[in-house]
């Protein structure tokens, strides 16, 4: 699992409320990513970091905002969730630098009632 | 549109039949990355075949890629039950400069091993 955690592994939370997930990891890799997977739509990248404060959207960043304050944690946020944001969310970082092997994190199931 | 998209959408064989998932893509690539989904877990990766690179094997896996037909397919000899799961490839997008090394998933090939 290249020592990738995801916090909560689950959470159902209300239409409207924030919330935080929680990537971490052990081994100081420099990039790092937040997928969501959706059936029909595979993963689709939200935001990604190529080091400390750096970070940038990706395809389906809407909605989402993203911290990396230290190098071991990739914070992605929920500003007001919304139904639509339902989904199961992935963490990846990529060992060895860009343009290597991405490994991924176990998930965390997310329900916006 | 998907960068990459696979086929079949579903694939079901018998154990110790070979299976071949084929993945697609439209856009020049730096990498493809073929990954395992078993239901409702996370991804494993499996192969990562450069674009410079034309065939890698892992064990039962031979990946081939072929850039001047944009496409890609990763075949699973000798299959097991345990082979039952979702298989992704995924694309390293060349865009000229730094990609960061997004990823650009398809749908998957959900595949169905029978003992």
């Known amino acids: 699992d290249a020592g990738i955690t995801q916090s909560p592994r689950h959470k159902v939370t209300e239409t409207g409320t924030p919330v935080t997930l929680r990537c971490h990891q052990t081994?100081?890799?420099?990039?790092m990513y937040w997928y969501r997977q959706d059936p029909g739509h595979g993963l689709r990248l939200i935001h990604y970091?190529?080091?400390?404060?750096?970070?940038d959207k990706g395809e389906v960043s809407d909605g989402y905002s993203v911290s990396r304050s230290k190098t071991e944690d990739f914070l992605l946020t929920l500003e007001s969730a919304t139904s639509s944001q339902t989904s199961v969310y992935f963490c990846?970082?990529?060992?060895?630098?860009?343009?290597?092997?991405?490994?991924f994190g176990p998930g965390t199931r997310l329900l916006v009632l | 549109s998907q960068q990459g998209e696979e086929d079949p959408q579903a694939l079901s064989i018998q154990e110790g039949e070979n299976a071949t998932m084929n993945c697609s893509y439209k856009?020049?690539?730096?990498?493809l990355q073929w990954y395992r989904q078993n239901s409702g877990r996370g991804l494993v990766h499996l192969i990562l075949?450069?674009?410079?690179?034309r065939e890698k094997h892992s064990g039962r896996l031979r990946v081939t890629l072929d850039t001047s037909k944009k496409s890609s397919s990763l075949l699973i000899t000798a299959s097991r039950a345990a082979d039952t799961a979702s298989y992704f490839c995924?694309?390293?997008?060349?865009?000229?400069?730094?990609?960061?090394?997004?990823?650009?998933f398809g749908q998957g090939t959900i595949l169905t091993v029978h003992p």
């Open positions: 081994e100081n890799h420099r990039y």
């Open positions: 970091s190529y080091g400390v404060k750096d970070t």
């Open positions: 995924a694309t390293d997008v060349y865009a000229g400069g730094t990609s960061y090394g997004k990823l650009t």
């Open positions: 990846a970082i990529s060992v060895g630098g860009i343009r290597e092997t991405q490994y």
């Open positions: 856009t020049s690539i730096n990498n």
């Open positions: 075949i450069r674009s410079n690179e």
